[in-house]
């Protein structure tokens, strides 16, 4: 084959796929007509993000293997390793082989870019027909899902990140603080108690006071929210710093760097925030649901009964101007590519189902987003920190989305400029948010 | 290629396209000599024009699209090439920190590399045991020895700031820190680096020196240090022009160190040029602006290869060379 023939062959290999297909249906449309004629059972692609089936087995071991004797369809897992997994889900949508079902998430906006580009399947007409409501779920999660008045997926869940604040009761007590409520503290508060607890040379601290994960974009939406302030205008098409932003960015310099009661990243070591807390030196701590098990692991019970120390879980402050939590949506949606469109919507509701909803709260303790969860969980709804939960839930507002989808490169600006005022590097005054804003509003304005 | 007088000139001693230059055609013997040639190296030009040329070819296309893997691509002409050079912010902070990071490791890895080469160039027991040592570390895998490293330059806890500290002096904050990040980096890379390819490619000049060279100038009455600067560095000058290139092309190449450790920052204290080429193709899946930032790096190590075999007349000495 003489060369040039060759690279026309591989460009027109590399020339852009066709058009997904398009999504719809009835709840009456059964499998393809291939595998009704064939009589061979539906097998349901499953792509989810690799260790979910040893570290979450409620949703991919035990719900799975429910929904096959229930249905007759099987599900077959398909790992992807997290840090490749979008990237390898867009390559196989662009290739057409993508599978049934995928796991999605919108912290940094895939899912919403997924369903721009038509990989999701829309399933309202599936619902009607099957007689499933929205209100089965909390507003503000279920609304992360509803994309141009149309439903891409159901929530695994819907949670509202880093929305809790870890305190270390021995160490309040010994700085003279009361415990605080569940509800109702402040950032002031914070603030006045952080400078108590704090123990040590300010340059080298002994025991740190506060600490929150200000280079996680989760924490950076809920900061701004509390403070008053919105991530995104309503377009997506810039971040103007507005209260929100400023009070939480000025808020965390003078936690580094005035008060220096909070530890940089550099600070935490290899054990990270929970290794710090269970080694009281750290006596606040906010995170998001997952640590509540973390903590319960290296520091014992939270009645101290059998650990080091006594230990509870308060909800973050909320600020007299709250805009809702950020509800970080993860689903299971149905793909567009899919053969088996009503099953694969059928594998996405019993993902999120009130059965669903009990094992996912019983085993790894954190919730969905349903309405009436707390009488779907059983056992687990006597746990205090899942009722925190379900009270945040409801206060979940979706994230606001950028124009142009480009949420990891959003996130990266926000956090590598920020570096700058948290590490003293500059101040946090009206140059610098200009600068930021300009930055953003450059981002946001490139082409998808 | 020599021929036998006995044979005709066989079809490997004629360029390719003398065969469609309506020149006197091949014998049968010829033509079925070139077609098992051809047919013996199909395995190496598959690979080369689907896994090279191949995307060579479709990234050039690209970088004048709007291509984000999901549409057809859109021509937009140079719209990408002028972004990059007009409005991109963080073009030009990837520029800067890759000749930062070039000027820093470049001259430090073939200094330290002739270093260690002239010290395994002695004729001692266990010779062989040092040089393996030399080299080990650059067997290790970029990512265990970024993850390595991590470790060893961790603040608190990390082995370097406590041997540090028993000295009283109070380590850096190293990948933590806006000022020391590169440097941190540029330790791990010359770690990694300065026992590897370059130091054997200097062992192998060195070792090719004629050792009456060495005997003239004692004869003269050379010191030691006239001996390694008018005898060695102008007869191994090759041998460093040759790391030189590869040096500086490596260094601009810098990628999987920043990617395991700091992803760029902090605050963009390390964010090279193939980690913003990596964000804007793989992670915003914009392959257009991507392909066309891979062009222009392609272009800019081109330019200076170029200059640098210019130059090189005027510091590098071929033996036997008019």
New interface residues.
């Given amino acids: 084959m003489t060369a040039v023939a060759s690279a026309s062959v591989l460009l027109a290999a590399c020339a852009a796929p066709a058009a997904p297909q398009a999504a719809g249906g009835t709840g009456a449309e059964s499998s393809s007509a291939a595998s009704s004629s064939s009589q061979e059972p539906i097998v349901l692609r499953l792509h989810m993000r690799a260790g979910g089936e040893t570290s979450e087995p409620a949703i991919y071991v035990t719900r799975p293997a429910e929904f096959t004797e229930e249905t007759g369809v099987q599900v077959q897992l398909e790992p992807i390793p997290g840090g490749e997994f979008w990237a390898k889900i867009e390559t196989m949508a662009a290739s057409n082989t993508l599978g049934d079902n995928m796991f999605t998430d919108n912290k940094n906006w895939q899912h919403n870019r997924a369903v721009h580009f038509g990989i999701l399947q829309n399933i309202e007409e599936y619902m009607a027909s099957d007689g499933i409501s929205h209100d089965e779920w909390q507003p503000g999660v279920i609304g992360a899902c509803i994309i141009d008045g149309k439903t891409y997926g159901l929530p695994k869940t819907g949670h509202p990140a880093h929305a809790y604040v870890w305190i270390n009761h021995h160490l309040f007590e010994e700085a003279g603080i009361p415990i605080p409520d569940t509800y109702g503290s402040t950032w002031d508060q914070y603030r006045e108690w952080a400078n108590l607890l704090s123990q040590g040379d300010p340059d080298r601290r002994e025991v740190y006071g506060f600490h929150m994960p200000t280079n996680n974009i989760q924490m950076i939406v809920n900061g701004i929210r509390t403070f008053g302030g919105w991530e995104l205008n309503e377009d997506g098409t810039e971040s103007p710093a507005d209260d929100g932003w400023r009070g939480f960015i000025s808020t965390a310099t003078d936690f580094y760097q005035v008060d220096k009661v909070m530890p940089t990243a550099a600070d935490i070591g290899s054990a990270g925030t929970v290794g710090l807390f269970a080694a009281e030196k750290l006596a606040m701590m906010v995170s998001s649901r997952g640590t509540n098990k973390s903590v319960r692991q290296a520091v014992g019970p939270e009645d101290g009964s059998t650990g080091a120390f006594q230990w509870s879980t308060i909800g973050l402050a909320e600020g007299p101007d709250f805009n809702g939590w950020g509800a970080s949506l993860n689903t299971h949606a149905g793909t567009s590519q899919s053969p088996h469109k009503y099953e694969s919507f059928r594998l996405t509701y019993a993902l999120s189902d009130a059965r669903f909803a009990y094992l996912n709260a019983n085993e790894a303790g954190y919730l969905v987003g349903r309405t009436h969860e707390l009488d779907e969980i059983g056992p687990a709804a006597e746990d205090p920190f899942i009722k925190l939960q379900f009270d945040e839930y409801a206060r979940g507002v979706p994230y606001r989305i950028g124009a142009n989808y480009r949420g990891l490169e959003w996130e990266q600006i926000i956090t590598n400029t920020t570096d700058l005022v948290y590490l003293g590097e500059r101040a946090a005054d009206d140059a610098f948010f200009g600068e930021l804003e300009g930055t953003i509003k450059d981002l946001l304005a490139r082409p998808i | 290629m020599a021929t036998s007088a006995s044979h005709a000139p066989v079809a490997a001693d004629r360029p390719i396209w003398s065969f469609w230059s309506g020149r006197p055609s091949m014998s049968r013997m010829q033509r079925l000599e070139a077609f098992q040639g051809y047919l013996l190296i199909s395995p190496w030009l598959i690979g080369f024009?689907?896994f090279i040329?191949?995307?060579m070819?479709?990234s050039f296309?690209y970088s004048f699209t709007?291509?984000?893997?999901?549409?057809?691509?859109r021509f937009v002409g140079l719209y990408h090439y002028i972004y990059a050079f007009t409005?991109d912010?963080l073009f030009w902070v990837s520029v800067k920190r890759t000749l930062m990071w070039s000027a820093m490791t470049v001259p430090l890895g073939i200094v330290g590399a002739l270093f260690a080469a002239i010290l395994l160039n002695n004729k001692l027991k266990g010779m062989a045991f040092y040089r393996t040592s030399f080299f080990l570390p650059h067997l290790t895998p970029v990512v265990a020895a970024s993850i390595l490293w991590m470790?060893i330059l961790?603040?608190?806890?990390g082995i370097l700031n406590s041997l540090l500290d028993g000295v009283g002096i109070r380590g850096p904050?190293?990948?933590?820190?806006?000022q020391w990040a590169m440097p941190a980096l540029a330790m791990i890379s010359l770690w990694t680096g300065i026992g590897g390819n370059k130091m054997l490619i200097f062992l192998a000049g060195l070792q090719a020196i004629p050792d009456t060279l060495y005997e003239a100038a004692d004869i003269d009455g050379a010191s030691r240090w006239q001996k390694f600067v008018n005898i060695t560095l102008p007869m191994i000058s090759p041998a460093m022009f040759f790391n030189l290139i590869l040096g500086v092309i490596a260094s601009f190449q810098v990628f999987g160190m920043a990617f395991v450790t700091t992803?760029?920052?902090?605050?963009?204290a390390t964010?090279f040029y193939a980690l913003h080429l990596y964000?804007q193709a793989?992670?915003?899946?914009?392959m257009g602006y991507g392909s066309a930032l891979a062009w222009i790096f392609f272009v800019a190590v081109l330019a200076l290869t170029l200059l640098q075999l210019w130059l090189q007349k005027r510091w590098v000495y071929y033996e036997g060379a008019v």
Avoid: E, R
């Fill in positions: 024009f689907v040329l191949g995307p070819l479709a296309y709007l291509y984000n893997v999901q549409t057809v691509p409005s912010n470790w961790q603040p608190d806890i904050k190293w990948l933590q820190s806006i992803k760029g920052g902090p605050a963009y964010y964000q793989f992670v915003s899946f914009d």
